[in-house]
């Protein structure tokens, strides 16, 4: 569910219609909707009652403060996987203790930022990062809590580029690999074994890959603590996919998943993490863009709107779908016409459909990607030297700007020209 409806014949994101946003703004923008936010963050808590737990949001999925700050407010801790995502968390009030550090590649700078900054733990991926890790807690005096990373070894189902849980992914320590692993943990100096992290990969559709996973998990939860190791906390990931398109089955809710994850490690009495983004933010989101012109091509005919790929990468980067509507409700009994929706940006992959069905369009009318929240504003780029477009955050009947359009002259006044040229 989602709080962008038709009312009296125009989309409105709570209650504010969406024209009102663009005239403010310009197009093309992102809107955000608090409630849904909201609701998406609770439905995750609540699956979860009844257990010690805590929801850290993956910021990688949309990371604005302003986001990040509604969810806080909530009680959701943070998942980060770099300095920058770190240092958004502080920015936006998340204490330390409420911040989780993933990612495979931290650096001897993150880790030094996050032990004097404060840090819930460390999901740790390797054993040279482990061993970072304890140097630099050790010339700190301080002790690194940490997880290990597990590799189940497990099908997400998922698209190749987002699944982390097969053996041939870059992702943890291969689970057969886990024990030694461990051993090795508890030898090093100013480091304090907390527990496990598992993640299998993002926009899963289905239960049952998480199952998998997490009955792997709880086996080696028992075997850990047959070798000595205090196992007080499973951090089991994100992932849970969303519905990209109405007509399509949807994914599991999260009453489901919580309900999955009791089952499967429930009777460990550990403390539970989980790290959703998508499900969060997805729907929470539209890109809302303007039509530029009509262009009848050899046998179709071309929407061309100014939002680009450099705006949403996902449909040139994963094939993805995005539901694509118009801002204004088409009058009944009209009937749709297909069209290839493509923008500015000269390159052949800067299409978001083909042949969509939509009811007809002109030059000045507007369209929103429904479900643009989760890895939209947060992967843009200033390719063609398009400036990155604004964020807006809706609550009730009030919205503002949360970032800016950059102007030309702020784009190219980054750029640093040497006194010898």
């Known amino acids: 569910m989602d709080h962008f409806l038709y009312r009296d ?21 992102y809107v955000y909707s608090t409630a849904t936010l909201e609701r ?64 495979i590649g931290k650096t001897r700078e993150e880790v030094r930022m996050a032990l004097t900054g404060g ?28 997880t290990i990373r597990v590799n189940p070894d497990v099908d997400a189902k998922t698209h190749a580029k987002i699944a982390t849980g097969k053996a041939e992914n870059k992702f943890g320590i291969p689970i057969s690999r886990a024990r030694e692993v461990y051993a090795l943990a508890a030898s090093l100096p100013g480091l304090k074994i907390i527990g496990i992290d598992v993640h299998i990969g993002s926009q899963l559709t289905e239960l049952a890959p998480f199952e998998a996973a997490y009955n792997k998990v709880a086996e080696l939860t028992e075997q850990l603590r047959a070798d000595g190791h205090e196992i007080s906390r499973l951090d089991l990931g994100g992932g849970l996919g969303i519905p990209y398109t109405r007509s399509n089955e949807a994914p599991p809710m999260p009453t489901d998943y919580g309900a999955l994850i009791k089952k499967c490690v429930g009777h460990l009495g550990c403390e539970i993490e989980i790290e959703p983004g998508r499900l969060i933010a997805g729907n929470a989101g ?54 290839d929706i493509v923008g500015p940006v000269c390159e052949s992959g800067d299409t978001f459909a083909k042949g969509r069905e939509m009811p007809p369009l002109k030059a000045g009318d507007l369209v929103a990607f429904r479900s643009a929240g989760a890895y939209g504003a947060v992967m843009a780029s200033e390719y063609n030297t398009r400036p990155l ?16 359009r950059p102007t030309f002259d702020e784009m190219i006044n980054r750029d640093t020209i040497p006194e010898w040229l």
């Open 9 to 29: 014949g125009a989309l409105y994101a709570e209650d504010v219609p969406l024209s009102e946003i663009a005239a403010s703004v310009g197009t093309p923008f």
């Open 286 to 339: 539209l890109m809302v863009s303007e039509v530029i012109y009509v262009k009848s091509g050899e046998d179709r005919e071309f929407l061309i709107i100014d939002g680009a790929m450099n705006d949403l990468i996902r449909p040139a980067m994963y094939d993805a779908y995005h539901d694509i509507i118009p801002v204004i409700e088409p009058e009944a009994g009209v009937l749709p016409q297909p069209y």
């Open 40 to 103: 998406h963050f609770k439905l995750f808590d609540d699956a979860l009652e009844g257990m010690d737990h805590l929801v850290c949001y993956a910021m990688k999925a949309a990371s604005n403060q302003a986001i990040l700050k509604t969810l806080a407010a909530l009680g959701a801790g943070m998942d980060v996987v770099s300095g920058g995502e770190y240092a958004r968390a502080k920015a936006a009030g998340v204490p330390g203790e409420r911040i989780v550090f993933s990612g």
């Open 119 to 146: 840090i819930r733990q460390f999901n740790v991926e390797s054993e040279p990062e482990m061993q970072v890790i304890s140097e630099i807690a050790t010339e700190l005096s301080v002790e690194a809590p940490i």
């Open 389 to 404: 477009i604004p964020e807006v955050l809706v609550k009730g009947d009030q919205f503002a700007v949360i970032r800016a």
